[in-house]
């Protein structure tokens, strides 16, 4: 009788703990003709104020060649949706990538490269668009839809800046130095003198990012002026240790060990390319009286430099959202769960090194950046060839809206995915615990 009891007490504490997916289902914006060679990349999101939504997105064939005219395949598109997301319309198409959309005054921008950084704008909710307006001449930009942050009556983001003649070719991770940029929300952002750019921090550059750590990093071999196939099996790589896909923000606690009272400090949330899972790469940027903004290395209240710092995900691409509401920013990133495998034992539809899932999308919250709550699975796919990930989010009235990089079955690699998905996650604020 006893045993009886028990059996079916562990059976029900089983099956409520089940995790079940805050959003797995979705609705496709986007699914590819040919996911052998199209592919679709860097989907970003935004609300305005009238409750439309907006997404823009990649479709590339990653510079190979497709039939019939034998060229590679490249275009970002741009959409809305006036049913919170249930149906979308086509609405342009524009000659950026690594672009994502917000609002600020009263117009709607995208801002992305096409090696220098670029910029549209719409005055009627994204049905007709500006020509590109360049904000700069020189240097080659990258970045991915990561977010934008309001302050002071100004926006703040960042984009990215390749560093030329560091030796180092293939995935340029270590060659960049994050770029904060800063303008009046209500200027004309499609004129490049209302723009100030921070000073130029390259990861390669910076003498802390090569010295000796006791947390194993790098953790696989890796050759800092090469790209060579370090790890067996042939085929899985590792580019050297660096940083990209930057978020900002800022901390308003006054209680936070690094909050300014002045309102002049920035920090920049990065995705650290380690080997090594769940740590993002950190800097700041420090507004000067004259304006200027200057890139530095965070140091810890004890003075010591800091380059990384905890974070769920921060081995992969991932989206930070300050919520006013509740106080809290919000991570929506990749989970990992097997970081720890031999490489030559990995599945082959596994990509790149055991740090690379990108199966599962995951949300967590946190008062500080530093300790964060695990708030739910967003969604998963149902191999490692299925992935939901380099997703970005939006707020809509007491909901998350999130746009993924997915891939189905018939996805060519958990990296090249063949569809663009939307999902929503109700009453996301009624996670926090």
């Known amino acids: 009788m006893i045993r009886f009891v028990f059996t079916i007490f562990a059976f029900s504490v089983t099956a409520f703990a089940q995790i079940r997916p805050l959003a797995q289902e979705h609705v496709t914006i986007w699914e590819s003709p040919d996911p052998a060679r199209i592919y679709g990349y860097t989907p970003g999101i935004c609300r305005l104020p009238s409750g439309r939504l907006l ?17 590679a395949f490249h275009e970002s598109r741009i959409l809305t949706s006036d049913d919170r997301g249930k149906t979308w319309t086509h609405r342009a198409d524009f000659d950026l ?74 995935w340029q991770v270590a060659d960049l130095a994050p770029v904060l940029m800063r303008a009046k929300a209500d200027s004309d952002l499609t004129k490049r003198e209302n723009w100030t750019f921070a000073s130029e921090m390259v990861f390669e550059d910076i003498p802390e990012s090569r010295l000796p750590n006791a947390f194993g990093l790098p953790f696989h071999p890796m050759d800092r002026k090469k790209v060579t196939f370090l790890v067996p099996p042939k085929g899985r790589g590792i580019a050297p240790l660096g940083w990209c896909e930057t978020n900002v923000v800022q901390f308003t606690d006054p209680d936070h060990v690094w ?45 010591t430099p800091m380059l990384y710092a905890p974070c769920p995900g921060g081995q992969m691409r991932f989206h930070v959202l300050r919520d006013e509401q509740t106080k809290l920013f919000w991570l929506l990133g990749s989970q990992s769960t097997d970081s720890t495998i031999r490489p030559e034992r990995m599945p082959k539809e596994r990509w790149g090194l055991p740090d690379n899932e990108r199966q599962r999308l995951v949300l967590h919250f946190s008062k500080n950046m530093i300790d964060w709550c695990f708030a739910g699975l967003v969604a998963k796919g149902d191999t490692p060839r299925e992935s939901r990930h380099y997703a970005a989010m939006c707020i809509d009235g007491d909901d998350l809206c999130i746009v993924s990089r997915s891939g189905d079955e018939q996805a060519h690699s958990a990296h090249n995915g063949n569809l663009i998905t939307f999902h929503r996650v109700p009453g996301f604020r009624s996670l926090v615990y």
């Open 97 to 170: 990538s690594f672009a994502r959309p917000f609002v600020a005054g009263k117009a709607l921008y995208i801002l992305g490269r096409d090696k220098q950084v670029a910029v549209i704008r719409s005055d009627d909710e994204g049905v007709t668009w500006s020509k590109r307006s360049f904000l700069n001449d020189t240097g080659i930009w990258h970045q991915s839809a990561c977010n934008v942050h309001f302050a002071k009556g100004n926006v703040y983001l960042v984009m990215e800046k390749h560093a030329p003649k560091r030796g180092i070719t293939g």
């Open 259 to 303: 909050f300014d009272p002045e309102g002049k400090t920035f920090h920049l949330w990065m995705r650290a390319n380690t080997g090594m899972t769940n740590y993002a790469a950190i800097a700041q940027v420090h507004e000067n009286d004259d304006g200027s903004m200057t890139t530095a290395l965070v140091k810890s209240p004890a003075g």
């Open 55 to 71: 997404v823009t997105h990649e479709i590339s064939s990653a510079g190979k060649p497709v039939p019939p005219e034998g060229k």
